[in-house]
């Protein structure tokens, strides 16, 4: 299987992913033969090299005619807008289902921080066409060298503010704050923002796992250069080539207990949602018997353990506990990702595990049957057996 690890020592952007793509070996001219599908004509996209920090790297970048203004030029583009256009477009399936996750996801994001519905935000115009270009363009050169699989680097930490349409905010961008709260950061402390809404985007939705670089044998090597000058090399560093079988991992993980005995059960349901939403890795209830013999609930929480105050708070804010038992563990974890299947019904998005390399569990995501069953007015069981059968047909 073809991999690509995506090696973030100095952050990620579109362009930078652009750039390293093609440094590790997509052909820049398919690339942009593969745009003009899109229908968007007010940009140009160029590449060269140049040399960061003593590295050569290849700098792409995306010149948006400002001048213009076509029917979404006032108001901006939805992510219904951007959606129609990539699935109008004769860009390959594939394709087409990767960038419209990765809009979907981003476009979640946004929605989040703004407090509004997915279909009120709107991407300004100048920032829409970068972004489409970047995105889709990614995806066309995965497509192009033929990866499967992506992993990533634990990403470095950044700070300091960047200005918006909304005015002055904090760094990391709190889109790209959101994106990545799940994913594992390191210590470097670059004052300037390294790691882009966009790039956020792409990682949060392509990457199969953060960590050490997978057992893999190498073919190419590719760094796509940034545009600022931070003290280090600005470049991200994409190594191409076949996977070997991934083990099965390791993980310290940490576990909340508490036995609760005069809670409404009404309560858990607001318990659950704010630990998940708060980082926890799993929630769940056991029914007990505590002394004289009285129901209990066992209430547990697995986190990772730099999250244990955070949801430790959230325990004794929602519930009546006035202790909670911690115990850290080792949890084995087969290697997973997440793969998107153009069904009938849409793009449904899959939880993929595998042993050795063998396929030995798919779960289509809930949310996403869900939604798909409700717009087409079939059972949600009818949408989640198409999506396995999609991923079986194709894997």
């Keep these: 299987m073809k991999i690509a690890y995506f090696d973030c020592f100095a952050g990620i952007s579109g362009d930078m992913t652009l750039g ?60 219904t807008a951007i959606r129609d256009t990539i699935q109008a477009s004769t860009l390959t399936d594939g394709v087409k289902a990767r960038a419209i996750a990765i809009f979907k996801r ?83 402390g670059i004052e300037g923002e390294i790691i882009t809404p966009t790039g956020a985007a792409i990682l949060a939705e392509l990457s199969d796992g953060f960590g050490p670089m997978p057992g893999m044998v190498t073919h190419s090597i590719g760094y796509g250069s940034g545009k600022k000058d931070f003290g280090i090399a600005n470049v991200l560093r994409v190594m191409v080539g076949e996977s070997k079988s991934a083990p099965v991992q390791y993980h310290e993980v940490t576990v909340l207990e508490s036995n609760i005995d005069d809670l409404s059960p009404q309560i858990y349901e607001v318990v659950m949602e704010r630990l998940f939403a708060a980082g926890a890795l799993d929630v769940y209830l056991t029914p007990i018997q505590m002394k004289k013999n009285r129901p ?38 087969l290697p997973r990702e997440i793969t998107t299947v153009q069904t009938q019904f849409g793009p449904i998005r899959l939880k993929v595990a595998r042993q050795d390399g063998q396929v030995v569990n798919v779960q289509p995501e809930y949310d996403d049957c869900k939604a798909a069953a409700a717009e087409h007015e079939v059972p949600v069981k009818r949408v989640r057996d198409a999506a396995v059968v999609e991923f079986y047909r194709a894997d």
């Design 296 to 333: 209990a609930t066992l209430l547990s929480v697995i986190c990772a353990p730099q999250d244990v105050e955070t949801l430790g708070k959230i325990i004794f804010e929602e519930t009546s506990t006035i202790g909670i038992r911690i115990d850290t563990r080792n949890r084995m974890c």
């Design 106 to 188: 981003l476009g979640e994001a946004e929605a989040k921080i703004h407090g509004k519905d997915i279909e009120e935000i709107h991407f300004h115009e100048v920032g829409a066409v970068d972004a489409i270009v970047d995105i889709v363009g990614a995806c066309i050169c995965l497509d192009l060298l033929g990866i499967e699989k992506i992993y990533a680097s634990p990403l470095p930490t950044f700070h300091g503010t960047v200005q918006t349409a909304h005015g002055t905010l904090p760094l990391p961008a709190p889109a790209t704050a959101e994106l990545l709260k799940n994913a594992p950061w390191r210590e470097l």
């Design 20 to 79: 390293a793509l093609v440094d590790a070996g997509a052909n820049f001219d398919s690339l942009k033969n593969e745009l003009v599908k899109l229908g968007i004509s007010e940009y140009e996209i160029r590449a060269e090299k140049v040399v960061r920090r003593g590295i050569s790297a290849t700098d792409v970048s995306v010149d948006v005619h400002h001048h213009h203004h076509g029917e979404h030029g006032h108001h901006g583009r939805s992510f």
